[in-house]
């Protein structure tokens, strides 16, 4: 029943770490009229609770060990309650204070939770990855499609954005008394740290994180935008990229089952990866008959390309204290190096006034990143 009880905690963390950053992107547009902001001003929108990822992410084993790791996600899970809260007061220093405050909080959540996987379901760590990372990625799904009409049933954007607090709240009251005997802070290595920062392996994993990920935050904040230069509505964009995410839920769960019982993942990151840059290029260049369709090619892909470097993370670390600092490596430099596809997007969108140019960012984005994960897929044990 422990156990039981753990893994229902786990989902609900999960569910909370991605609204925050999918429920901006459908009324990017509509928040950026109302507080008079620029392309570039509102790509920091996108950007900031990314860099806040690759920024908090070391502050989350530090405070495992110095609190436990139940009360430091309790912490995180607190701060994304808040952060999405103040998104929607004090104008625009508010939504960039608020981006930032809940972008800590994912920060140091999500790091901790493959450190729990690997100590409390070492047997099954492909399973439960994949279990987190579905529920990770409804969460995504459930922001990204219901945040636009909560907007036009209550007239408020502002309303919209915050709701999202209330799901943060209830995972932290059901994870303390889930979670609260777990203790990773046992085990620990002093020089585990000095070993990843020299090791090939680690920094593979790291730039696949990273890469994939500013794929997928590239899509998150930008996509509903770019169709809905294309014709399509604010609504309906939203529900796209929503039904993407919720397609993601499945290859979440099922890549990393399967792709944990090989030793060698480089097939799976072969496939995912190809499917994430067709789904992309598919929704920005081809017919609009077809966005849904491509929207379900590009959910296969990134669903399966984070679910997978998530796994890796577990499958290469030797111990639960080495995947936690893992874990702080790849999503500390990862989102850091992440956050850049967003602001370059915005950017070169600014300049250019189109998005042929981000096409090609992305596609070279998907290319180095199939590079990275091909090294980071070998069988090999930190």
Not at 9 to 32: D, E, H, K
Not at 144 to 165: D, F, H, N, Q, R
Request: charged fraction near 5%.
């Amino acid at each position: 029943m422990t156990a039981v009880l753990l893994v229902v905690a786990i989902v609900l963390v999960a569910l909370n770490l991605r609204p925050a950053l999918t429920s901006i992107g459908p009324l990017l547009g509509t928040v950026s009229a109302a507080l008079g902001i620029s392309s570039v001003t509102a790509s920091l929108v996108t950007t900031l609770p990314v860099l806040c990822l690759g920024a908090f992410g070391p502050v989350a084993p530090l405070l495992a060990r110095r609190m436990g790791l139940p009360a430091a996600a309790v912490v995180g899970l607190v701060m994304i309650a808040i952060g999405v809260v103040l998104r929607g007061f004090l104008g625009a220093p508010g939504l960039f204070a608020g981006s930032l405050m809940a972008g800590a909080g994912i920060g140091i959540t999500g790091v901790l939770l493959p450190g729990v996987v690997k100590q409390a379901f070492p047997e099954r760590a492909g399973l439960l990855t994949g279990i987190y990372t579905m529920a990770l990625c409804g969460g995504a799904a459930v922001a990204a499609g219901l945040t636009a009409p909560i907007a036009e049933a209550s007239g408020s954007w502002t309303l919209a954005l915050g709701v999202w607090a209330v799901p943060a709240i209830v995972a932290a009251l059901v994870w303390w008394p889930s979670a609260r005997h777990l203790d990773t802070r046992s085990g620990h290595r002093p020089a585990a740290g000095t070993r990843l920062l020299a090791s090939p392996l680690a920094w593979s994993i790291t730039l696949y994180m990273g890469l994939q990920s500013s794929l997928a935050y590239s899509v998150f904040g930008w996509l509903p935008s770019i169709l809905q230069d294309r014709g399509v509505s604010v609504v309906t964009s939203g529900l796209v990229v929503s039904m993407s995410l919720l397609v993601q839920t499945a290859s979440a769960l099922v890549v990393p089952m399967i792709a944990a019982r090989r030793r060698n993942q480089q097939v799976w990151v072969l496939v995912i990866m190809g499917a994430t840059l067709a789904g992309i290029l598919g929704m920005m260049w081809g017919p609009i008959a077809t966005m849904w369709p491509w929207a379900v090619v590009l959910g296969i892909g990134q669903g399966g390309s984070f679910s997978l470097a998530l796994v890796m993370i577990v499958l290469r670390a030797g111990d639960a204290m080495t995947a936690a600092r893992m874990s702080g490596m790849a999503q500390s430099v990862g989102y850091t190096l992440a956050a850049l596809g967003p602001l370059a997007i915005g950017m070169m969108h600014e300049i250019t006034g189109g998005w042929d140019s981000v096409g090609w960012l992305l596609t070279g984005i998907g290319l180095v990143a199939l590079v990275a994960g091909l090294y980071a897929a070998r069988d090999r044990t930190l």
